[in-house]
């Protein structure tokens, strides 16, 4: 069965600092990898995937990910982050079927100081 | 701008009721889900289709049934409502083997009392 293990629950980062939201998955083929930010009430947006090719992928809002597979690990990063930044992060294994089921880690909360 | 509309922002219910949370998608997506979303524990898959007709359960479907008639709606129904159904309901959807990601509804944060 795949899993998704975020080990921080809440970050906080100073506007302008680099971030980086840890990610491990486990799953036993190749997988699908994705990042999903979620505002205050709202769904789910994506941010960036992976699936295969290389193994740095760019996302929406400057963010920036990558897989290594021998740390089963798929980290997200963002060199500056913005106030507006400020929201709940989502780490997601996919299937590689057609019905593609994902399996979500429990999130990690980013708080931004001024 | 496609989009995935969940019906309600916001419901309340009594014990027992049945419930019916609605989604439609405008992307022709033969995948659609519903999570669950409980601080603390994540998103958790309640049931999830792949066609017309075809349901599948996910990790906890107990209490929970769906309906999908049309290719672009899924229904999650509450057959008789309890208070610990009381959580966040996120409607998604995705192409075939989802390579592209979900695409999220706005949720329906459902109160049972």
């Known amino acids: 069965a795949q899993s998704v293990t975020q080990p921080d629950i809440h970050i906080t980062v100073s506007e302008g600092a680099s971030l980086e939201l840890r990610c491990n998955y486990s799953y036993g083929a190749t997988p699908y990898l994705f990042w999903y930010v979620q505002s205050p009430g709202q769904g789910l947006q994506l941010l960036l995937k992976y699936f295969s090719g290389d193994t740095l992928v760019q996302g929406i809002k400057g963010f920036e990910a990558e897989f290594k597979r021998s740390q089963s690990s798929f980290n997200l990063r963002k060199p500056s982050v913005h106030w507006s930044d400020a929201a709940e992060y989502f780490c997601?294994?996919?299937?590689?079927?057609?019905?593609?089921?994902?399996?979500f880690g429990d999130g990690t909360t980013l708080t931004v100081k001024p | 701008d496609v989009k995935v509309t969940q019906s309600s922002r916001y419901l309340v219910k009594r014990t027992g009721e049945k419930v019916f949370l609605e989604c439609v998608q405008d992307?022709?997506?033969?995948?659609m889900f519903w999570y669950r979303q409980d601080p603390g524990l994540g998103l958790r898959l309640i049931y999830f289709?792949?066609?017309?007709?075809?349901?599948e359960k996910g990790d906890i479907p107990e209490g929970y049934s769906v309906s999908r008639e049309k290719k672009e709606r899924f229904s999650l129904i509450l057959e008789s409502a309890s208070t610990n159904q009381t959580s966040m309901y996120l409607c998604?959807?995705?192409?075939?083997?989802?390579?592209?990601?979900?695409?999220f509804g706005s949720g329906t944060r459902l109160t049972v009392v």
């Open positions: 992307m022709d997506h033969e995948n």
């Open positions: 998604a959807s995705s192409l075939l083997g989802q390579r592209y990601g979900y695409t």
């Open positions: 997601a294994v996919g299937e590689s079927t057609n019905a593609g089921k994902s399996t």
């Open positions: 289709s792949y066609d017309v007709k075809m349901k």
